[in-house]
């Protein structure tokens, strides 16, 4: 895929591999727009973002709005869409994750990570798609997670919304496909992100054990694979051999995966 003069629309850009995969098209000639609540993380991200920048006629945009709110998100996009035209890629990287045990973890917790997850998600797709049908051509990209194909103790909140960005991908990809625009979903493995070092401080210590046991990898190393991924039209973009293992016999290595989790569960701290 050519991004020279695209105009790609990445929420949660101002961090993490959001803002690693806008470096990355910025180098490669793309206009971009930016989407996060807090203007001043947005701010920091564009001066990073514009010293990549392939060419000077290229723009970066940032757009402050929450992805909760459809109204929000919807006026961000538009005055995106104004500014440098119809989107050409659409990456929903917003995400939140609060792990902890069910019984522990109040309500709201639930309620706000779907609302982020998912239906930020759903949100954005539906504030770009009709620029996207009107011109027969597009790209949207979700970021779910290897949590989003296997449940993993102390994500209760966590996994269930990012099993619905799976099923959402899954289910758009079939139709969309007839008006010219390809699907993406990918499942990232623990990244090395402000929002991992967020989430440790309060993870269960049997969580810990599950993911301590699995390579942490770079917001820079996860976004070189995405955008290799976009490249070649991959539905399913899976960074790292054990991520794609589980994608591609999940539902056969449940009982081994539950096996393993049990067994580092069962483990007496040291």
């Avoid at 290897?146 to 619905?164: D, E, M």
């Amino acid at each position: 895929m050519d991004f020279y003069q695209q105009h790609a629309i990445i929420t949660g850009g101002s961090s993490g591999i959001g803002k690693a995969i806008a470096i990355m098209l910025a180098k490669e000639g793309a206009n971009l727009s930016l989407i996060a609540r807090r203007e001043d993380i947005l701010s920091q991200a564009k001066a990073e973002i514009e010293a990549a920048k392939a060419s000077p006629e290229q723009k970066v945009i940032c757009l402050s709005a929450s992805v909760t709110q459809f109204d929000d998100i919807q006026t961000a996009i538009n005055q995106g869409i104004e500014e440098l035209g119809p989107p050409d890629l659409l990456i929903t990287s917003a995400g939140m994750a609060h792990p902890g045990y069910f019984q522990e973890l109040p309500l709201e917790v639930f309620e706000d990570t779907m609302n982020v997850n998912y239906f930020g998600t759903l949100y954005a797709i539906q504030s770009a798609l009709p620029s996207m049908i009107k011109q027969q051509q597009g790209h949207i990209v979700m970021i779910s997670s290897v949590a989003g194909l296997v449940g993993v103790y102390g994500y209760t909140a966590y996994s269930p919304s990012k099993f619905a960005v799976r099923g959402l991908a899954e289910s758009l990809r079939g139709e969309l496909k007839q008006c010219g625009i390809d699907v993406s979903v990918v499942y990232p493995p623990d990244t090395d992100t402000p929002q991992l070092a967020a989430e440790n401080l309060i993870k269960p210590e049997e969580t810990k054990r599950i993911t301590q046991s699995t390579k942490i990898w770079t917001a820079q190393e996860v976004a070189e694979v995405i955008v290799k991924g976009m490249k070649r039209r991959e539905f399913a973009i899976t960074p790292g051999v054990e991520a794609k293992m589980i994608q591609n016999f999940h539902s056969l290595l449940t009982p081994i995966t539950h096996w393993y989790f049990d067994r580092l569960v069962n483990q007496k701290g040291d």
